[in-house]
């Protein structure tokens, strides 16, 4: 029999807990907007009701309704007032308890005995109280969760001898498993073979590592349970290795019926639930993309949006395709499909809605992350890049909201890195002057993840000559200024990195563009050089980021050279004339404080 670690199991657990974690929180814990231009924190949804808190709605209402009235209370005598009250509040407060209490043992036994005999009836009584797919598989990725975390619980309890605790949490994971695996079967309509074998095996497993853990309370011999910890270590790591096949399996089987509905149904209704619940699935982390992308879920999409008749369907469509393609999988079927020429084709149709283009520009933006390693095979998004690119500058002009900007917006800065002959279109197309005019409007560029695509736009095409007049002319050289003073209002940690990055991106650009004496001169005359001194030596003013410093140094001593006689001696000794580490250094321990 193999020796396996306490220790050594904590790896595998963290590796479900890190994917659980994920899946189970994902409508929980909505996050902020990433570095990665995928998922946009203007598009958080909401999870669904509680089944508990609409029970306890209706009953409180019920409750109300018996009480109702104010003439009707205050005509009773105050006792009879009183014992009204305590009833009330009484109910409220057995009805809260109720939700966080569960006995384990009831649950364990009564939950693994079916409520009728006959499979139509139970199906019907089970199924009225369920909402839909997503709904009942957030449940079950939640319970999962709750399971990943307790194994990983044991082990660690396991590796200090906590016998006692041991057990009680074994008690616990077996009868969460066992609610697990019936919850899913009352709303699951088939289950394979594989799935009912490996059912089997995790609850008879459980089983075996509950009775090796009982058997282990009632012993007291330290070398007796020293030679027992292996056999539960083995145990546990089966256990561990059988969960997470079993949630495997279900998520698979799940997404297989989904993408059925997608690809054999005619009706919208039935088709629209489908890709919503195939959404929802994609929000619960990589790892359910990647099932997805494998069980052919980018080749039914697709297939939607080159149907006229599921045209209503096509925002949705491209937004799940958009979640489904941050993985590696879903780019290779997205290239084995022609998808690119089929978001061109989208993007050039007049005919659809803004709405629809603004999914296909979120598409863009995913596939050309410049924060995705797999991108390279691509080939087909060079043919129709310029297609693309002409779409896009029109979307942002013509961009109604500032949600349709930033997804324009954020495509064409991600172009911008994928390729170095975007620059030249956007310069050709005119989009220096459509971008600047753009952030005049404080209703379309109204956050800083706006303004974080459009100074990473201004920053890549500052490399060509011919772009400081056209920055001059359009007032460039003020935006860029104004970025420069760009802080977080809310203080949300992802509103505050976007704002390190404008910041960043700014300094760069003027460093870039400082080379021409026009745009030298007009950031002179804006005090450009006051403001780098200040982010520079006050640590605060650039949220001590050290990319902001390097960026700020860079675009003093590049004015520095056109007009020396803008800085002190004390700043010229300091941030211009010593080699750019020395200076680095220098700011960097300012904010040092010695006692």
């Not at 605060?540 to 006689?565: F, G, I, K, Q, Y």
Request: contains cysteine.
């Amino acid at each position: 029999m193999r020796n396996f670690s306490a220790r050594s199991n904590c790896g595998t657990f963290q590796r479900i807990i890190t994917y659980l974690k994920n899946a189970s929180l994902g409508h929980l814990c909505k996050g902020g907007m990433s570095a990665d231009v995928t998922l946009f924190s203007l598009r958080a949804g909401g999870g669904a009701g509680n089944t508990y808190c609409d029970l306890w709605r209706r009953i409180h209402k019920g409750i109300n309704m018996a009480f109702k009235g104010e003439d009707h209370l205050d005509s009773l005598p105050l006792p009879v007032q009183r014992m009204h009250l305590m009833q009330v509040d009484s109910v409220q407060r057995w009805m809260e308890d109720l939700k966080l209490m569960t006995d384990c043992e009831c649950m364990c036994i009564l939950q693994s005995k079916p409520i009728s005999a006959e499979k139509d009836e139970q199906s019907e009584l089970i199924l009225s109280s369920q909402y839909n797919t997503s709904d009942n598989l957030q449940l079950l990725l939640k319970r999962a969760w709750i399971i990943s975390t307790e194994l990983t619980r044991i082990a660690q309890k396991l590796e200090k001898n906590r016998w006692q605790r041991v057990h009680s949490m074994t008690v616990r994971v077996n009868c969460h498993v066992r609610s697990m695996i019936n919850e899913y079967n009352a709303f699951t309509r088939s289950s394979s073979e594989e799935m009912n074998q490996m059912e089997n095996l995790l609850i008879d497993k459980c089983s075996e590592f509950t009775s090796f853990t009982e058997r282990c309370i009632q012993v007291e011999d330290e070398q007796t349970l020293k030679s027992m910890k292996s056999c539960i270590n083995e145990t546990l790591t089966s256990v561990a290795q059988y969960f997470g096949q079993l949630i495997e399996l279900v998520l698979t089987h799940e997404v297989q019926n989904l993408l059925r509905q997608i690809e054999s149904s005619d009706s919208v209704y039935i088709t629209e639930s489908a890709i919503n619940s195939l959404f929802s699935l994609t929000q619960e982390g990589t790892h359910l993309c990647r099932i997805i992308a494998k069980e052919g879920g980018v080749v039914a999409l697709f297939k939607i949006c080159r149907q006229d008749y599921f045209r209503c369907l096509y925002p949705q469509t491209l937004r799940t395709l958009a979640s489904i393609c941050c993985v590696e999988e879903g780019m290779h079927q997205l290239e084995k499909v022609d998808g690119i020429l089929c978001l061109a084709d989208i993007l050039t149709d007049n005919t659809h809605s803004e709405a629809t283009h603004a999914e296909a520009a979120a598409v863009i933006a995913q596939i050309t992350s410049p924060h995705l390693t797999f991108t390279q095979h691509l080939s087909s998004f060079l043919e129709n890049m310029e297609e693309i690119v002409t779409a896009l500058v029109k979307l942002c002009q013509e961009a109604s909201s500032g949600e349709v900007f930033l997804l324009a917006s954020a495509a064409l800065a991600n172009i911008t890195f994928f390729d170095t002959m975007a620059c030249e279109m956007l310069l050709q197309l005119n989009a220096m002057k459509i971008l600047l005019a753009a952030c005049s409007d404080k209703h379309i560029v109204d956050t800083p993840y706006s303004r974080d695509q459009v100074v990473t736009i201004l920053a890549n095409m500052s490399v060509l000559d011919q772009c400081a007049s056209e920055i001059v002319q359009g007032n460039g050289v003020q935006l860029l200024m104004e970025m420069l003073f760009e802080r977080s209002s809310s203080g949300n940690s992802a509103e505050v990195a976007a704002c390190e990055r404008v910041q960043q991106k700014s300094a760069v650009t003027l460093a870039r563009l400082s080379r021409d004496p026009e745009v030298a001169d007009a950031a002179v005359k804006l005090s450009c050089i006051p403001r780098l001194i200040k982010l520079c030596r006050s640590p605060t003013e650039r949220n001590n980021s050290d990319s902001v410093l390097v960026a700020c140094l860079a675009a003093l001593r590049r004015l520095a050279v056109m007009s020396p006689d803008r800085l002190e001696d004390s700043d010229f000794q300091q941030l211009v004339k010593p080699r750019l580490v020395d200076s680095f250094l220098l700011c960097t321990n300012m904010e040092e404080s010695f006692v």
